[in-house]
């Protein structure tokens, strides 16, 4: 029998996490090992640097590039306030003096004697990395981040935009097949992660933001309204850095698309529990899935992990297609040819077969992932 292999999509009820928190540049991690961390507990934090602001002290004062530091109040490293004295001439019998003084506040980072410039540099960005997941510290990258492990339910989906949050899971429909409409979402949804079964459409959205909700779990959605949402186009190849204002998680893809029965009765399990979730999706290489994790009870003994497995593609199996044509849409395989064949880009690639939406399609391999049962 034909066979290949494919990344897919875990929906699981327990399973061993391992989750890399790391800083965007090096400073100081907080976390030790052993500790039992929060999704709201800082681990590691560190600073970016401000914007600089490039002045021109020669020209300010009239006086030559290599004359400015004989006039400098201030030095490189120094910090400084918006209105102090940066440098200032002697004038004439101490008269007539000019000055130039700061526009922001901040820290002097460098003084040319070359050009008469002084680089200005505003207030440093203070970045902090919290856990996002319950768990334990298992180890340290030094003046990096950590890296925590645990034991959760578990749910990844196809798509998804916006960053990471956390609340409680509150599921708003009977049905898998039920759209979340806005009339299902009261204001004691608040804070919560709120769970759609079909189709959330966009005035649902609109009311899950007035409601102050932090994540939408949903089967299907509009990509209109994703991009009415945004204001302008999302591409499915990275998203997560969208500031929408809620985190949306979509389990099957576009259009009005019933959640898949594993996934709902597992959220449905697990309804009032603490879970984090976030919507950073990216379809190419390097892969990564926007995710639902529900902390479970466990011991050290556990903690077990296990990378996981890449699934078999074979006749029969449930496939999700994850780009264009297609994209979204759940199938059947019906065969796996072994003879690669030539596409619209006339690059010849392995491709298999079909049932999606009553007819036999061809897509290439790469285009699909399996739907874990």
Not at 345 to 368: F, H, M, Q, W, Y
């Amino acid at each position: 029998m034909s066979q290949a292999y494919s990344a897919g999509l875990t929906v699981s009820d327990s399973i061993v996490l391992k989750k890399q928190r790391i800083l965007p540049l090096k400073g100081t991690v907080v976390a030790k090992i052993g500790d039992k961390v929060k999704a709201d507990d800082l681990v590691a934090e560190t600073s970016l640097p401000g914007s600089v602001l490039p002045m021109n002290l020669a020209n300010k004062l009239g006086v030559t590039a290599q004359q400015v530091t004989q006039f400098l109040k201030v030095k490189a490293g120094d910090q400084i306030t918006k209105g102090q004295i940066l440098a200032e001439s002697n004038g004439f019998f101490g008269f007539f003096k000019s000055s130039v003084k700061s526009p922001i506040d901040g820290e002097v980072d460098s003084v040319s004697q070359l050009t008469g410039q002084a680089m200005l540099r505003e207030p440093r960005i203070p970045v902090q990395i919290k856990a996002f997941i319950e768990g334990i510290v298992v180890d340290i990258i030094p003046n990096e981040g950590v890296v925590i492990e645990n034991k959760s339910a578990y749910i990844q989906g196809i798509f998804g935009v916006c960053g990471e949050t956390n609340g409680e899971l509150k599921v708003l429909v009977k049905e898998p097949t039920q759209n979340l409409t806005p009339d299902l979402i009261t204001p004691d949804c608040k804070d919560k992660l709120i769970v759609g079964g079909s189709l959330t459409p966009l005035e649902s959205i609109k009311k899950a933001k007035e409601m102050g909700v932090r994540g939408i779990i949903t089967g299907g959605i509009d990509d209109q309204d994703i991009k009415e949402l945004l204001g302008k186009d999302i591409g499915v190849a990275i998203t997560g850095h969208e500031n929408l204002g809620i985190t949306i998680l979509v389990t099957e893809g576009f259009g009005p698309i019933k959640m898949a029965d594993k996934t709902f009765e597992l959220l449905k399990k697990f309804e009032g529990r603490q879970a984090s979730m976030h919507g950073k999706t990216q379809i190419r290489a390097g892969v990564i899935r926007p995710e639902i994790i529900i902390p479970l009870e466990f011991t050290k003994e556990d903690l077990v992990y296990q990378k996981p497995k890449d699934s078999l593609l074979i006749p029969g199996k449930h496939i999700r297609i994850i780009r264009q044509p297609g994209f979204g849409k759940i199938g059947k395989i019906t065969g796996l040819p072994e003879v690669p064949i030539s596409v619209e880009s006339e690059t010849k690639v392995r491709i298999l077969t079909a049932e999606v939406d009553g007819k036999e399609l061809t897509i290439p391999r790469a285009n699909v992932e399996v739907i874990e049962e």
